[in-house]
């Protein structure tokens, strides 16, 4: 149990597009789940914490319009990635928080390469 | 200040033995939560172990243990009988707060475990 995916694992755009990433929870309901990004060598840092039904709490830093996050269902939250730029390639990845316990299970993560 | 602190960028250890990756945290509050997650080179996050500040008893996994030390602030993750597998980055994170509320997760530098023949 406890199985959270990404999709996509891997993608390469041109600079100006955006970037859609899905994160899913397999086999439970995640009522907050949560987005990281991560530079290569470095610690995950997390950009937002995403709750169903309600918008999404931003770190400081971290620009809303740019990283639009929705939470539409129980199971699935999305990260789109606006108007890329090379300095937004990074490894993004995702958690999901199981049931009512302690525990974040992530996903396999999204490396993004922007043109 | 650094919330969590991970000392050892990197760690050797022979196969078959143990070892210890050290994590010392900083918090004033009272409810907090303390997890280890590995990370291979596949880049996945995978779930090890997790201690309550309250917990009486020092979590176990299998061959992985939690050393909580309380009053010394410190968490540190014991892998026994160490495998060819165990070689990954491993990351120390702390909830601050009560249980449910919003449950972010802050994250040490890491340590990277390398398992020698």
């Known amino acids: 149990g406890a199985v959270v995916s990404q999709h996509p694992s891997w993608v390469i755009c041109k600079s100006g597009t955006s970037v859609k990433i899905e994160c899913r929870s397999l086999?439970?309901?995640?009522?907050?789940m949560f987005w990281y990004r991560q530079f290569p060598k470095q610690s995950l840092m997390l950009m937002a914490t995403?709750?169903?039904?309600?918008?999404?709490?931003?770190e400081q830093g971290v620009e809303k319009d740019k990283f639009l996050i929705n939470h539409a269902s129980l199971t699935l939250s999305t990260l789109t990635v606006t108007s890329a730029h090379p300095e937004d390639s990074s490894f993004y990845i995702c958690?999901?928080?199981?049931?009512?316990?302690?525990?974040?299970?992530f996903g396999p993560g999204t490396r993004l390469l922007v043109l | 200040a650094q919330k969590i602190t991970q000392t050892q960028p990197g760690m050797f250890v022979q196969e078959k033995e143990a070892v210890t990756l050290d994590c010392t945290y900083d918090t004033s509050d009272p409810s907090y939560g303390l997890f280890w997650y590995k990370q291979p080179s596949s880049g996945e996050m995978i779930f090890l172990i997790y201690q309550g500040s309250y917990d009486q008893q020092n979590a176990t996994e299998g061959r992985y243990s939690l050393n909580f030390q309380k009053a010394r602030k410190s968490a540190n993750l014991v892998i026994s009988a160490s495998q060819l597998g165990d070689s990954a980055m491993y990351f120390c994170a702390m909830r601050e707060g009560l249980t449910g509320t919003a449950s972010k997760l802050t994250f040490g530098t890491g340590t990277r475990l390398q398992v020698t023949l």
């Open positions: 958690s999901a928080r199981y049931r009512d316990t302690e525990t974040q299970y």
């Open positions: 086999d439970f309901q995640a009522t907050t």
């Open positions: 995403s709750n169903e039904g309600s918008k999404a709490t931003y």
